[in-house]
């Protein structure tokens, strides 16, 4: 399977931003339609966002939607998550996922996605 890593997690004030980036080791990110997940601890891992292979089609949970951004970046090789507006029900382990084949796919459900990052901690809070 394919290596994810997360990194740019942290602790910021509510109001605050903040951009999430996930690359991959030994795999190209570019062909594959990607997502964005989190999980609070006792929870069902969450839906966030995703984005299609083409980088021309995103979806976003409700929560999502309009305080948050999914973007490729081809020639870094990056997926990323800017996130604007943070509030403490932010707060959760953001993990990144990849399908298992490459083009069109799209799925809001964890178990769609074969490939997963170590997850990265977001906290918000005064």
């Known amino acids: 399977q394919m290596q994810l890593q997360e990194s740019g997690g942290g602790l910021v004030q509510p109001g605050a931003s903040l951009r999430l980036s996930c690359t991959a080791s030994g795999w190209s990110l570019n062909n594959y339609a990607m997502a964005w997940f989190r999980q609070v601890p006792g929870k069902e891992r969450e839906f966030v966002a995703q984005?299609?292979?083409?980088?021309?089609?995103?979806y976003y949970s409700d929560s999502a939607r309009g305080r948050f951004t999914i973007s490729k970046d081809f020639g870094r090789n990056t997926l990323y998550l800017q996130m604007t507006n943070l509030n403490p029900e932010d707060t959760a382990v953001y993990f990144c996922?990849?399908?298992?084949?490459?083009?069109?796919?799209?799925?809001?459900?964890?178990?769609?996605?074969?490939?997963w990052g170590q997850g990265t901690r977001v906290t918000v809070s005064t």
């Open positions: 996922a990849a399908p298992r084949k490459t083009g069109g796919f799209h799925s809001m459900a964890a178990g769609g996605y074969d490939n």
């Open positions: 984005i299609s292979w083409q980088g021309d089609n995103t």
